[in-house]
């Protein structure tokens, strides 16, 4: 079966960095656009980041440009989140996400678009 497995998070304070780490099998991940989701209590599941499978292509959220950077590794099976200059607002739990779609159309910014899904990991900014 599809596993996603996240790691990376953690508590850092405000104008630190981290870097999360998605691990994939299950899926044939090059086939795959991945996606960074993260979710702050008490809101919705919100778009962050997009990847296509060859990693020509990015997108981000407007509030993450500029400061968060995607990534992947093909031969590794694994999608990255770099995150510098985090900010008390970037407080959430992060979910990596899989779509098969790989083209990104005006969708891809919605949480349905994505089959496959991570656990999630906690990432907490003290300001």
């Known amino acids: 079966q599809v596993q996603l497995v996240e790691s990376g998070g953690g508590l850092v304070q405000a104008g630190g960095s981290l870097r999360l780490s998605c691990a994939a099998s299950?899926?044939?991940?090059?086939?795959?656009?991945m996606g960074w989701f993260r979710q702050a209590p008490g809101k919705d599941r919100e778009f962050v980041a997009r990847?296509?499978?060859?990693?020509?292509?990015?997108y981000y959220a407007d509030s993450v440009k500029g400061r968060f950077t995607i990534s992947r590794d093909n031969a590794k099976n694994t999608v990255y989140l770099q995150m510098n200059s985090l900010k008390s607002e970037d407080t959430a739990v992060y979910y990596c996400?899989?779509?098969?779609?790989?083209?990104?159309?005006?969708?891809?910014?919605?949480?349905?678009?994505?089959?496959?899904w991570g656990q999630g990991t906690q990432v907490t900014v003290s300001s």
């Open positions: 299950g899926l044939t991940f090059s086939s795959h656009a």
């Open positions: 996400a899989a779509d098969p779609r790989t083209a990104a159309g005006s969708t891809y910014r919605d949480p349905p678009r994505y089959d496959y």
């Open positions: 990847i296509s499978t060859m990693g020509a292509r990015t």
